[in-house]
């Protein structure tokens, strides 16, 4: 079957240079699988969030278990950057697939058998996170070794975001139906099924060739090294904290999304489907529209504007009681949010040098995955004492606000990223 979609994306998708980066086999063979597992994936993500609610009734243990899910990400991705550095960033992420797929395999049991409790959910959410520590800078890092044509890095990225979002449309709605039909345990085995395609794919499907780093120094001296050269360079340095600021008040809109359904909207899990469903469309048309740029100069505006487009959605979401409402605005909030993070991150891997690429998108993946869970922990305690549309009018004036602070601090970084894509090629400012 994985032959048959390489295939087609092969001999009639490829005419078309939005997706250039699939020009590369291996690319293509992993962007084929990782579609698959993230259909799945999503479709774990909604159930796991409805579930939390119907045991439970409480948006701050809704946003607990978003915590106890990615917080360790904030701890030990550093760490884990070291090791995507040190050994093939390919195993890293295959037996992080496996362990994913026994996590979903152990909650579908759990929830089909009527043994499901709250602790469970937690210990079973941080093995996630722990997981996800390593899988995330390997995952980030994996991409540039898949690629054939250095040029087409940007697309790549682009094409993930669009693929993750792609799949954010597909998931939910099919999610919303399945919990309503049979509930929540079967989304849990349709995900930890989908899970063997992609560890198919990293097993045997593209075989990546790595040089052998034999590093000399100890795993703390280059874990010193990789923090001082990422928090020494201004535009990276900037980027994260952008990335950081985004993480920690924007995208803690999802977690509250359940408890926004239900309470702000009156439905049930097919409402909340259609609102991740409408945030995941606007997700993907904006990695679509990044994936169709020729070139990553220009990304900066990007960032900017879609960070203040962000804010006003968050806004807009605070004071939406209709559902075809929440859903247009839902959409606007996908599109700039993707938009901004997905030109972050493009920025910073063409920034970045090879031997620092998995050390510095360790951080990325602290700013994006660390940060969300303490957003996560405080946009639930905020929501249980203000209630959920005005922790949304919180966030979307915070974000409002650094996007003013990037906005003036944009042009102080413009040099410093000219003179490296000068040196790589690129032909105009960004």
Known sequence: MLSGFNNLIKHHILSNRIFSSLESRKYRFYFVGQGISLIGSWMQTIAMGWLVYRLTGSVFLLGFVGFTNQIPSFILSPFAGVITDRFSRQKIMLWAQIIFMLQA????????????????????????????????????????????????????????????????????AIAGIVIALVGEGICFMINALSYLAIIYVLYSGIPVKMENHNPKNSIWQELTDGFRYTFRFKPIRTLLVMLAILSLFGTPFTTLMPAFASEILKGGSHVYGFLMSATGAGAFVGAIYLASRKSVLGLGKIIRYNSYLFGIALLGIAFSNYLWLAMLVAFAAGFSIISAIASINTLIQTLANEDMRGR???????????????????????????????????????????????????????????????????????
């Open 105 to 172: 395999l152990a909650i579908s049991l759990l929830v089909l058998t009527d043994h499901i409790a709250i602790w469970h959910i937690i210990l079973l959410s941080l093995l996630f996170g722990i997981t996800s520590a390593f899988d995330a800078p390997a995952r980030q890092a994996l991409v540039v070794d898949l690629i054939d044509d250095p040029k087409n890095l940007g697309n790549a990225i682009a094409l993930n975001s669009a693929l993750f979002n792609g799949a954010r449309l597909v998931g939910p």
């Open 360 to 430: 510095v998108m360790s951080f990325y993946a602290m700013a994006l995955m660390g940060m969300s869970p303490i957003g996560n922990f405080l946009a639930g305690s905020v929501a249980s004492g203000i209630g959920i549309s005005y922790t949304f009018v919180m966030c979307g004036l915070i974000t409002i606000l650094s996007a003013g602070w990037f906005t003036i601090y944009r042009p102080r970084l413009r040099n410093s990223v000219y003179k490296i894509y000068m040196e790589k090629g690129f032909k105009s400012k960004n």
